[in-house]
């Protein structure tokens, strides 16, 4: 695993911008909304975010005069593939990951 994809995440504006499109896989988010939503100048973010390409966690393209930004799924994969692996010497049910995770089932209220 490549330090620069550590170094990406280590700042904390990069780090909120990766957990920003996480949420919005796959579509990804053009720069000017990211942005906005971050509420950070664009001349700041522009570099955060050919950091966290050249890392390989996002990949962009031109939509007419917009760069959309979005999650690379490989480089990604690539990661957290690695902290498993690191973590858990490639067991992942011993770090609480299972093959297939059940989501939580919701409590019901008691009446």
Request: glycine share 10%; hydrophobic share 45%.
């Given at each position: 695993?490549?330090?620069?994809?550590?170094?990406?995440?280590?700042?904390?504006?990069?780090?909120?911008?990766?957990?920003?499109?996480?949420?919005?896989?796959?579509?990804?988010?053009?720069?000017?909304?990211?942005?906005?939503?971050?509420?950070?100048?664009?001349?700041?973010l522009s570099t955060h975010l050919a950091q966290l390409e050249r890392a390989g966690l996002l990949k962009s393209w031109r939509e007419q005069q917009r760069i959309v930004y979005?999650?690379?799924?490989?480089?990604?994969?690539?990661?957290?593939?690695?902290?498993?692996?690191?973590?858990?010497?490639?067991?992942?049910?011993?770090?609480?990951?299972?093959?297939?995770?059940?989501?939580?089932?919701?409590?019901?209220?008691?009446?």
């Open positions: 695993m490549d330090a620069d994809v550590f170094a990406a995440l280590a700042n904390p504006l990069r780090l909120e911008v990766f957990r920003l499109l996480i949420g919005v896989v796959p579509d990804g988010l053009p720069a000017g909304q990211i942005a906005q939503r971050l509420e950070v100048p664009a001349s700041t979005a999650v690379d799924s490989e480089g990604t994969r690539n990661l957290v593939g690695f902290l498993v692996n690191d973590c858990c010497g490639g067991q992942p049910e011993l770090c609480g990951y299972g093959a297939a995770r059940k989501p939580k089932k919701a409590k019901r209220a008691r009446v």
